[in-house]
């Protein structure tokens, strides 16, 4: 079986990776095969997947609030308390 060397490894990297290795009860090395086949298992996202799940979180996140909103005042009177807490500029009508 071949063999690899890192060199330059940031403390912090091996830090994490030797906690990681001591909480799934393996070497530093059996750790460091084991990320390093998940991490190349499966085919790297594109930026716009990357994006596209990024924006269907901000839509689930959305969703899930729409429709909680509760309240005493009317809905007039929220809208003029927004209004009422922006800062002093220019004339905003509605």
Do not use: C, F
């Amino acid at each position: 079986m071949a063999s690899i060397t890192l060199k330059n490894v940031p403390e912090d990297l091996l830090e994490r990776l030797r906690n990681r290795a001591r909480e799934d009860r393996r070497s530093l090395s059996q750790e460091a095969l084991h990320l390093l086949d998940r991490a190349l298992s499966s085919p790297p996202e594109s930026s716009e997947r990357l994006l596209d799940r990024h924006v269907e979180a901000q839509l689930a996140a959305w969703k899930e609030l729409a429709g909680h909103w509760v309240s005493e005042r009317t809905v007039e009177e929220e809208i003029a308390g927004i209004y009422a807490a922006r800062s002093p500029g220019r004339q905003v009508t509605w």
